[in-house]
């Protein structure tokens, strides 16, 4: 399979490039959430990485620190964590996104103390009063950032970080494109792959390995034979076995809404105002996240846009267990997206370990459902 180069990069956070990366005097920044803004820990030497927990078999150490009613994501991680997997980081940057992420960082401090640590408080709706204390607390975190990497970071650099993210975006979302097509030359899969390693992996150097993939692409016959286009709306979901199960059914996976896809993963930042606050506005204003609580309807027409460009047949809600956010959320979205017409399937999921055959099953019974 073409994306098998992306592969490589997936089996541990700490992989060849990121390496690399570090050898040419880079300075790794692990961060956990959609709503940190990576692009501000994409300052020359400093690069973000968003952090997995690939291969973890179970959480038995992390579940002595963090209650088994803790998503298995968190879990995941302090696990890894506390297995030093993670040594490699300069620093780890956190959001209280939710209480479950909140609880991470508290026992990361007290069990590893990483030399660096922040965790961002973000607001929960997007007024003018929230923007300024959002961009008042980025402000804050670049300070901290300075002062501890020993760096400027200017206006200037935060600029020009932002057109460099843009720029990769559009890249990212030129082969996210191609899924619209009738016979699109990429499996949900492979998609999910490339995506997953354009953001646990240093940018500059797997840019070209991305590039490449396109071209590769260009090449590549459509796929004609899939039963069904889904799309997959969920949470956390790094783990592309579990797209791979879904599309061993036959089922062609076209389009996503989940925190490692493409949305929010390919939306641009605006580039005409003061940098800082444009990056606030882009966090709290561009509507994903349920932890907002004044977004529903837009997130609702965002996933039902790209569904209806896509041309989705039905959609997959899928969410960690004990995820209260996405939980409260599928209950809403479920109606919501039946009202318009979709086919929906409901899945509650560990983050570590996909249950293949049960999982097949449910599928299989969702497409016949539909007569597919
Ligand atoms: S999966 Fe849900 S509970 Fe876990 S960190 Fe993400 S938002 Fe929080």
Redesign the pocket.
Known sequence: MQSSVFDNYLQDPENTLVEKAVDQGGIPVGY??SMIPEVLLSVPPMFPLRMRAPGVGGTEIADIYLSNL?????RSLLEMAMDFRYDFLAGWVNAA?????RR?HDNLQYLITPEFTHILDVPHRGEEQALTWFTQELEYFLQRLRQHFDMQITRQDIEKAISDHNDFLNLLSGISELRKMDHPPLSGTEFSRMMLAAITTPRELVREKIVQFRQNLEQTRGMDNYRARLMIVG??LDDPEYIRTIESTGALVVADRV?TGSIPGLEQIEQKREPIRAVAEHKLLTPS???MMDQFDQRLQKILEKAQKFRVDAIILE??K??????VETGALIPALREHGYPVLCLERE?HGTETGQLQTRVQAFLESMDK
Do not use: A, E, N, V
């Open positions: 956990t959430c803790t998503c298995s994501y968190t996104s939710c209480d479950h992420l991470f949470g956390q925190c996240c349920p932890r969410y960690i004990f995820c209260d956010i996405w939980g983050y």
